[in-house]
């Protein structure tokens, strides 16, 4: 199969359900491949990762923007991801991350260790009476969804009767992210952008009035002060992001995991017996079936990598999900193995762009993974679990599962128990 056909593939439904079979019809045109005229795909784990680092490669920019979406700037959607850190440069980039990157220190993170226990203990508490009945639950929305949201609510300072609201407007807003999305999805993800937007504004003007403890009136103030610092779109823009950032990835990474775990029962039972092995679990389930598949990068100078040169101007989609898979970083990596050395996967990318909330994101997973199938020993899925037809962020639209009988819940296990602070 042609380069630009297993790209044309990739990008289809089907494609975007099951992809790991289409990665491998381009990685045998090699690490890195021109699939059309200015683009290119990278599959490579070295070239992956040596492309994120690279400070020749950004992403896009505005006047690239320009040609690509001309009427972008009337568009909720694509002006909410262009104004933030995640769709921006040096200097710029640096300057909002700094402004926010305190939140997510590793000390911070650490000092978060028991609410995120104590959270995911009562979504269980509440899942568990919920199925009572010996009826079928989604654990996305019982569990996946709302511990992350709860803990990213927290640190913004959103009040918990809001929460519900933000899963529909964050999945529509998250279809700009696609590398491919039709007038249709656009208007739908506008709509999510739009909501977004107005429930901020209204947050910040709240915050003006009675400060909090909160990163939104850290970022209010920062831009009060001093609006060159945060001009009042990058603040809207910025909240928005975290908000859809700090729960999106890390609600795939959990239902992904939790499927993976429920079809691997050897190794569900290891983690089980022995939560210490969270964080190599964690790893690894990342690597498997990333909840961040792919991201792009525009040249702004010529690059040469994996054999080829990347004239400036080109864009480069650099496939994480393949590049985890790579057969010359990781042995046998079609298999999901918990016991293989430090995977390291690039799930949450490399380089100046490498994702804020990534620890906070593996705390949570490695202390909910234990908690699920310590608690609800006999837990099962019910059915075939649905894919989204979405291919940047991977996940379900919705996992059923059978609780079983429920466990004791050991309220005394320390939490330094289930693994080491990342």
Known sequence: MEAAEAL????????RVDPYPTYERLRAHGPVVQALPGLYVVTGYPEADEL????????????????VWPNWRQSPAISSIARSMLRTNPPDHSRMRRLAAGAFSPRRIAGMRD??????????????????????VDVLADFAYPLPVGVICALLGVPAQDRPLFRRWAGDLTGVLEPEI?????????????????????????????????????????????????????LLANLVVLLVAGFETTTNLLGNGLVVLLRHPEAAAALRADPGLAPAYVEELLRY???????????????????LDLPAGSTTLLLLGAANRDPRR?????????????????????????????????LEAQLAFPLLLRRLPELALAGTPRHRTRLTLRGYESL???????????????????????
């Open 52 to 67: 994120l680092r690279d400070p020749r490669l950004g992403v896009l920019d505005d006047a690239l923007r320009d040609q």
């Open 400 to 422: 059923p599962v059978m609780l079983g009988t429920p466990a004791e819940a050991d309220r005394g296990t320390p939490a330094g128990a289930l693994g080491n602070t990342p």
């Open 330 to 362: 990781f042995s046998d990596p079609q298999r999901f193995d918990p016991t293989r050395d430090q995977a390291h996967p690039l799930s949450f990318g490399a380089g100046p762009h490498y994702c804020l909330g990534a620890g906070l994101a593996r």
């Open 8 to 15: 044309t593939l990739l990008m289809s439904p089907q494609g």
């Open 115 to 136: 609410v995120v226990r104590a959270q995911a203990e009562e979504l269980l508490d509440a899942m568990a009476g919920r199925a009572a009945d010996g009826k079928p």
């Open 289 to 307: 079936d990333s909840p961040v598949q792919l991201t792009t990068r525009t040249s702004t100078a010529p690059v040469r990598c994996g054999g």
């Open 182 to 234: 039709t007038t249709e999805e656009l208007a739908v993800a506008d709509a999510g952008a739009a909501e977004l937007r107005d429930y901020f504004v209204e947050l910040v003007v709240a915050r003006r009035r009675a400060p909090a403890d909160d990163l939104t009136t850290a970022l209010v103030q920062v831009h009060d002060a001093d609006g060159d610092r945060l001009t009042g779109a990058e």
